[in-house]
C-alpha cells in the first residue's frame, strides 16, 4: 500500500472521528438546552402546548403528575438539582422563611420581600414579591435538610423575563452572591427592562390553567389568584377540597408548566 493511500485512509479517519465527536456534542448540547426542565425529567407536549414531565421520569398514574410525594429536588455543590429522598422532617413556616429572607439579604436590594410561604413534604416554596410594584418577582424553594433557598427551577428560569438571569446566576454560583455579586443590575444577575405587557390576562390564565387539570389531572380545579410574575403566572390547584399541587401559565403562549417538585402539601402562610 503505498504512502498516498495510506495518507488517504488515515485523513479519512480522522474526518469520521471528528464528525462522531461533533455530532455527540450537539446532541449533549440540544439535551441540555431546557436546563433543568429537560434533565429533570420533563418534556414538550407539541398536541397540547405544554410542558410536564417526560420519558426520563415517568413513574405513571396521579403520582407521576404530581411528584408522588416520593422525590423532591435540592441543589448540589454545583448549584443544579438532584432527587432527594423525601423522608427528611419537613420544614417549618419559620425555617423557610429565616433561609428566604438570608437569600434576599445576599441581594441587598430592598423592594424585595417574601409575600407567601407553602410548605411541602419535599420542599419550602416561597414567592417573594416587589414592594414597589405588588408584581411577582420571582420564586424559591428551601431545601429541607440544609435549609437553604435556592431559585425555583421550570418557569422561574425559563420563563421570567425580569428576575430569570438571577436565578441563572444563583444555580451557576451556589445560590449565594457569588463571584458576579448582587447589586442588582444585568450583569449581577436581573434586568431592569422586561417585555411588553402579557398577553394573557390573570383570567385566562386560569382557564388555561383548568384546561390542563381537565384533560391531565382528574376532579383538580385551579385557584381563582394566580400570582404575576414577569412573563408568567404561578397558581395553586386543589383537589378533594385540598391543596394538590401546583403549575405554571406562560403570559405569551399559554403554555402549561406543571410543578412535579413539591410533594404532599403540609401548611402555608402569607406575609402581610
Avoid: C
Avoid at 435538610?145 to 421570567?160: D, F, K, L, R, V
Wanted: without cysteine; aromatic residues 10%.
Amino acid at each position: 500500500m503505498n504512502k498516498t493511500l495510506i495518507t488517504i485512509l488515515l485523513v479519512t479517519l480522522v474526518v469520521v472521528l471528528a464528525g462522531g465527536i461533533f455530532f455527540a456534542g450537539s446532541m449533549y448540547a440540544r439535551l441540555n438546552s431546557f436546563g433543568p426542565s429537560m434533565m429533570s425529567g420533563y418534556g414538550w407536549n407539541r398536541s397540547n402546548n405544554e410542558y410536564g414531565p417526560g420519558m426520563m421520569n415517568r413513574r405513571g398514574g396521579s403520582g407521576m403528575m404530581n411528584g408522588g410525594g416520593q422525590y423532591g429536588m435540592g441543589p448540589n455543590m454545583m448549584g443544579g438539582y438532584y432527587n432527594t429522598n423525601a423522608s427528611l422532617t419537613p420544614l417549618t413556616v419559620d425555617q423557610a422563611n429565616a433561609a428566604a429572607e438570608k437569600y434576599l439579604a445576599d441581594l441587598k436590594n430592598s423592594d424585595l420581600q417574601i409575600s407567601e410561604v407553602m410548605i411541602f413534604d419535599n420542599n419550602a416554596y416561597v414567592v417573594v414579591k416587589e414592594n414597589s410594584t405588588g408584581n411577582g418577582a420571582f420564586e424559591l424553594l428551601v431545601d429541607p435538610a440544609s435549609q437553604i433557598a435556592y431559585p425555583e427551577h421550570g418557569p422561574n428560569m425559563m420563563w421570567n423575563l425580569k428576575y430569570g438571569g438571577l436565578s441563572h446566576q444563583s444555580m451557576m454560583s451556589g445560590r449565594d452572591s457569588g463571584m458576579m455579586g448582587a447589586s442588582g443590575n444585568m450583569m449581577n444577575g436581573w434586568n431592569n427592562t422586561t417585555a411588553a405587557e402579557m398577553t394573557v390576562t390573570p383570567q385566562q390564565a386560569i382557564e388555561y390553567a383548568q384546561q390542563y387539570l381537565d384533560t391531565n389531572i382528574s376532579g383538580a380545579t385551579a385557584a381563582s389568584d394566580p400570582v404575576q410574575f414577569y412573563g408568567y403566572y404561578t397558581l395553586d390547584f386543589e383537589k378533594d377540597g385540598k391543596v394538590a399541587g401546583m403549575l405554571s401559565v406562560n403570559g405569551y403562549s399559554r403554555q402549561v408548566f406543571l410543578h412535579t417538585w413539591h410533594g404532599a402539601f403540609i401548611e402555608e402562610s402569607a406575609v402581610q
